[in-house]
Nanobody, 123 residues
Framework: QVQLVESGGGLVQAGGSLRLSCAAS????????MGWFRQAPGKEREFVAA????????YYADSVKGRFTISRDNTKNTVYLQMNSLKPEDTAVYYC????????????????WGQGTQVTVSS
């Protein structure tokens, strides 16, 4: 069982930046692919970014490519999502997730989920 706790959400103006963090409880954090998803009001949860367990490969949704960066620090059991040039359409609850696969970009591939952190971007 892996417990995931997100932090770093908040209110920011359009064009601003936020960095989300997700701390994992497991010392075997390096055995999991990690991902970020988001869910806006009235919409389904969607993929944002993912990083392989090897820390070699990263994947991004087209809507965030070039603006968001996912990274991980296995010594701290933490995955990050640096979000720059934020837009009002980035407003959502952001979820961190862990998968036992080498890499994962589909929601159903993830085994463990955090509780989410709210990101609100004002225009």
């Amino acid at each position: 069982q892996v417990q995931l706790v997100e932090s770093g959400g908040g209110l920011v103006q359009a064009g601003g930046s936020l960095r989300l963090s997700c701390a994992a409880s497991k010392r075997t954090f390096g055995s999991y692919a990690m991902g970020w998803f988001r869910q806006a009001p009235g919409k389904e949860r969607e993929f944002v970014a993912a990083i392989s367990k090897t820390n070699i490969n990263t994947y991004y949704a087209d809507s965030v490519k070039g603006r968001f960066t996912i990274s991980r620090d296995n010594t701290k059991n933490t995955v990050y999502l640096q979000m720059n040039s934020l837009k009002p359409e980035d407003t959502a609850v952001y979820y961190c997730a862990a998968a036992t696969l080498i890499a994962a970009v589909k929601e159903y591939e993830y085994n463990y989920w955090g509780q989410g952190t709210q990101v609100t971007v004002s225009s």
